[in-house]
């Protein structure tokens, strides 16, 4: 199973200060919110921001495709 990971773009991970390969604590709030730990930050100028979680994950917090999640420390 693939890590839960966000891809971060280059700028934007440099603007709220993530590393490549950084482990994140991330909240969103769908019906159920939840705390995601151990998010992998991936890092490149060849992504856009976007974060990939396992789908039954996501279907047990009630997260659908658009929501927001607030990186937490």
Do not use: C, P, Y
């Not at 590393?19 to 890092?43: I, S």
């Amino acid at each position: 199973m693939a890590a839960r990971h966000i891809h971060f773009h280059s700028s934007d991970a440099a603007k709220w200060g993530i590393a490549d390969k950084q482990l994140l604590r991330v909240k969103v709030g769908g019906e159920r919110g939840v705390v995601f730990e151990q998010v992998l930050a991936r890092v490149s100028e060849h992504f856009a921001l976007d974060m990939h979680i396992d789908t039954d994950e996501g279907n047990a917090a009630g997260v659908s495709t658009g929501d927001f999640a607030e990186i937490v420390d």
